[in-house]
């Protein structure tokens, strides 16, 4: 019997990739461009441009839930990073100056994440040249607070410095998390390099 993988896997095999791309053009909210996300302030005239972060996390854990029971955990993951790559390239294009130097970037980064309320970013190591960072975040949007389940939970977060750090430097990046606040950690650690 063919698991949800391999039928999702045969689906889109077997219609090609013409087929895959013409469903796309019939739902564009299905191909993510930073103007998909609107005219927030037009729209929410009266409620604002703001959330509570659980209403965040309700959203990703919910998702992430449902993509792990359908398609594995392992498959979730990746497709979760995957999704923080694409975010982390639209974010990068349309949020930073990337024609700034590596250490002014990494100070306008740091003051972003702050200003957006993502977290509270410190870089313990970063040799752009050589392509090799560590980052921590605090107080991270994603994790912090969560119960200790001694899982790295924030792949997310991993596609997300992927796609900014491979937006500026038009490197491919591999981020990996290597403490986390379910992990017992009190801040999200990320190790990348250039891949
Ligand atoms: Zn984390």
């Given at each position: 019997m063919l698991n949800s993988e391999s039928l999702y896997m045969n689906r889109f095999s077997v219609r090609g990739v013409f087929i895959v791309g013409d469903l796309l053009d019939d739902r564009q909210?299905?191909?993510?461009?930073?103007?998909?996300?609107?005219n927030i302030a037009l729209g929410r005239p009266?409620?604002?441009e703001e959330v509570p972060v659980a209403v965040y996390r309700l959203f990703e854990y919910s998702m992430g839930d449902v993509l792990a029971h359908e398609l594995g955990a392992e498959r979730a993951e990746e497709l979760t990073r995957r999704a923080g790559v694409k975010a982390g390239r639209e974010f990068a294009r349309n949020v930073?100056?990337?024609?700034?130097d590596k250490k002014e970037f990494l100070a306008q980064l740091t003051q972003k994440l702050l200003d957006l309320k993502i977290g509270v970013l410190r870089v313990e190591n970063a040799d752009l040249e050589a392509g090799i960072f560590t980052l921590t975040i605090g107080e991270?949007?994603?994790?912090?607070?969560?119960?200790?389940?001694?899982?790295?939970?924030c792949n997310y977060d991993e596609g997300l410095l992927e796609g900014i750090f491979g937006e500026y430097t038009k490197a491919d990046f591999h981020v990996r998390e290597v403490d986390c606040w379910a992990t017992g950690a009190k801040t999200c650690r990320f190790r990348g390099r250039q891949a």
């Open positions: 909210h299905l191909n993510f461009k930073w103007d998909k996300l609107g009266n409620l604002g930073l100056n990337l024609n700034l991270g949007l994603d994790c912090s607070g969560l119960p200790p389940t001694g899982e790295l939970v």
